[in-house]
């Protein structure tokens, strides 16, 4: 069974079942007359919404930032304090490079901490990385992956259930594994994977 085309799906449940890239999304908005601005999932539930809804707009249910803190041109100090509304742009990437060092890198579980701590200065941000850095030192310490990730989810999934198997393998499987229809659009790994065939 193969994804219909977007023009042959009539509802907002149907389509979840199917996964999606979100340049496909993206376009699927534009020809359809809905924003295509936000996350994958935001494009996701905006289209079911628009399918059940006579191409009706859903309604933004995200928290108004407050914050007119302007992070792309202000000058960071270790003082500056975390906004609502704060980005991590080349001016925020340019700072903790001046106080961490070439080595930093602007990954999830950091942008995670310092979304998550509004009120606290880029002195706590910077201090709060190497804590999250400390932790590769343990051997079963493990990144949580963001949700939205599947294709990494599914990798690190299929590599621990497949010791034998390589990361070109863990893609191959993906890549079949995701054109098939599911309850919830998201794609997991699981051991009857192996069973679909290349």
């Known amino acids: 069974m193969s994804r219909p085309n977007f023009e042959d799906i009539k509802t907002g449940a149907e389509f979840k079942r199917w996964y999606w890239l979100k340049e ?5 908005c534009k020809r359809s007359n809905l924003t295509y601005s936000g996350g994958k999932f935001d494009l996701q539930d905006r289209i079911a919404h628009a399918l059940d809804n006579n191409g009706e707009l859903l309604e933004k249910s995200t928290t108004k930032k407050t914050s007119k ?3 792309a041109k202000a000058n960071l100090t270790p003082g500056t304090i975390i906004t609502d509304n704060i ?10 490079k001046v106080h961490i060092g070439k080595r930093f890198s602007c990954h999830s579980d950091f942008m995670d901490w310092v979304k998550g701590n509004p ?12 804590l999250l850095e400390d932790r590769k030192n343990d051997p079963d310490f493990k990144r949580k992956i963001a949700g939205h990730n ?13 010791p034998g198997k390589t990361i070109k393998d863990a893609k191959e499987y993906w890549l079949l594994k995701r054109r098939l ?9 699981e051991p009857n994977d192996l069973k679909i065939k290349l």
């Open 87 to 96: 980005t991590f742009g080349p001016n925020f990437r340019r700072f903790m």
């Open 119 to 130: 009120g606290k200065t880029l002195q706590n941000a910077v201090e709060h990385w190497y």
């Open 150 to 162: 599947m294709y990494a989810q599914y990798t690190r999934d299929f590599l621990k259930d497949n």
């Open 181 to 189: 229809p599911t309850e919830t659009g998201f794609v997991k790994y």
């Open 69 to 71: 803190f302007n992070w």
């Open 24 to 28: 496909e999304l993206v376009d699927i």
